[in-house]
C-alpha cells in the first residue's frame, strides 16, 4: 500500500531535549515536505527536499533541521526544542516534474508538546 | 507570488442542503488547485484536484469544484449535506510552473459544521 508514514504519533517532551521524527514514503517520489498546522494559521511549511542531498527552507524554517540521505526518509530534527514548537506536524511527498500534478501524499501526523 | 484565501473560517449547514465553501487564489503560473479535508484527529486527504483540464472537477464523496480563472475562484460544492462531511477543508495551490519547487499554498481552512 502507497503511503508515508511518520514516527512518532505523539510525543511530549521538554525545553532543551533534542528529538527527531521520522518520515518514510514508499512511491519512490522525489519531492518531500515538513509542514506544521497550527489553528487560524493552516498549514506552513518548514523544509522540503527536491531529491537525495537536496533541501531548502520554507516558510517557517527556525528552529528545525532536516536530511535527506535516502530518497525514501526525511526526518525533522528539533536540536532544541521550545514550547512555541508545539504543533501538530505533517510530512508529505509527491512526484516533480510538468507531468504531474504535484499532488501531495500526508503523513498521519505527528502532535508534539513541549513544556 | 502564490497565495490561496479562503472567504469563510466556519460555514454551518443542516443536513440534506448545500454546501459551498469559498476559495480565491493568486498565481503567477498556471496553478495546479487542490481541496483537502481533515476529519478531527486524522491526517489531510485529498478531495480533488484541477491541473488545467476540465474546468469542473469532481471529487469523492460527492464534492466538485470549478476552476473559474476570470474570478480567480475555485469554490467546492455539494449539493446535499451529510453528517460525515463536518470536517476542516483546505483550499491549496501550487504553481506547477515554478520548477524550483513544488511548494503547497495552504488557505487557512474553513471549518464545515453540518447539524441534524
Known amino acids: 500500500e502507497a503511503q508515508v508514514t511518520q514516527n512518532p504519533r505523539y510525543l511530549i517532551t521538554v525545553t532543551g531535549k533534542k528529538l527527531t521524527v521520522t518520515c518514510s514514503q514508499n512511491m519512490n517520489h522525489e519531492y518531500m515536505s515538513w509542514y506544521r498546522q497550527d489553528p487560524g494559521l493552516g498549514l506552513r511549511q518548514i523544509y522540503y527536499?527536491?531529491?537525495?542531498?537536496?533541501?531548502d527552507k520554507g516558510d517557517v524554517p527556525e528552529g528545525y533541521k532536516v536530511s535527506r540521505k535516502e530518497k525514501r526518509n526525511f526526518p525533522l530534527i528539533l536540536e532544541s526544542p521550545s514550547p512555541n514548537q508545539t504543533s501538530l506536524y505533517f510530512c508529505?511527498?509527491?512526484?516533480?516534474?510538468?507531468?504531474?500534478?504535484?499532488?501531495?501524499?500526508f503523513g498521519p501526523g505527528t502532535r508534539l508538546t513541549v513544556t | 507570488a502564490q497565495s490561496v484565501t479562503q472567504l469563510d473560517s466556519h460555514v454551518s449547514v443542516s443536513e440534506g442542503t448545500p454546501v459551498l465553501l469559498r476559495c480565491n487564489y493568486s498565481?503567477?503560473?498556471?496553478?495546479?488547485l487542490f481541496w483537502y479535508v481533515q476529519h478531527p484527529n486524522k491526517g489531510l486527504q485529498l478531495l480533488l484536484k484541477y491541473t488545467s483540464a476540465a474546468t469542473l472537477v469532481k471529487g469523492i464523496n460527492g464534492f466538485e469544484a470549478e476552476f473559474k480563472k476570470s474570478e480567480t475562484s475555485f469554490h467546492l460544492t455539494k449539493p446535499s449535506a451529510h453528517m460525515s462531511d463536518a470536517a476542516e477543508y483546505f483550499c491549496?495551490?501550487?504553481?506547477?510552473?515554478?520548477?524550483?519547487?513544488?511548494?503547497?499554498?495552504f488557505g487557512k481552512g474553513t471549518t464545515l459544521s453540518v447539524s441534524s
Open positions: 498565481s503567477s503560473y498556471s496553478p495546479s
Open positions: 527536499s527536491m531529491n537525495v542531498e537536496v533541501t
Open positions: 491549496v495551490v501550487s504553481d506547477r510552473g515554478n520548477q524550483a519547487g513544488t511548494a503547497l499554498i
Open positions: 508529505a511527498s509527491s512526484y516533480i516534474g510538468q507531468a504531474h500534478s504535484y499532488e501531495q501524499y
